[in-house]
């Protein structure tokens, strides 16, 4: 059996390298070792790394499911670290930017924007804000 660490860390690897096929493999194969362990806040975090790639690729209808369900973990789940969640959020509001989805990627950028803003990370606040505001302008436009 492979080594959770290990798999995570040539996962990592290879998607530095730009492995994407690999480095989806891995992050699947810890995935599924933190599922079956029933460890589900390690396991949301391991998909959204896949969806991650995913959307590195521009796959972006296999990236959804993906962030959606890591989504519906963190949300349900008391333990979960408010950094995860906006890091999931983020990538998914994107996602849905990129699809043509604005009123869904706005709702989801000021959510981020607000996760980003309680951890005081000033950088992720900003990067919220200037796509509410692009998302506002394309929705509204003047």
Known sequence: M???REAIARGR?????RDFPLARA???????????QNDSLSYAHTIRHIA????????LIEA???????????????????????NTVRPYALL????????????LWEEAGNLYGSLRIEAGVLECENHVRKLKQSLHPD
């Open 2 to 4: 492979t080594n959770i």
């Open 64 to 86: 959804r499911p993906l962030y959606e369900e890591a989504l519906e973990i963190y949300r349900s789940n008391l333990d979960t670290k408010l950094l995860d969640l906006a």
């Open 96 to 107: 849905e930017e990129q699809l043509g989805n604005l009123e869904k990627a706005k709702t």
């Open 52 to 59: 991650d790639i995913h959307q590195q690729e521009r796959n």
């Open 26 to 36: 891995q992050y699947a194969e810890a995935a599924g070792i933190f599922r079956d």
């Open 13 to 17: 690897e290879a998607r530095r390298q």
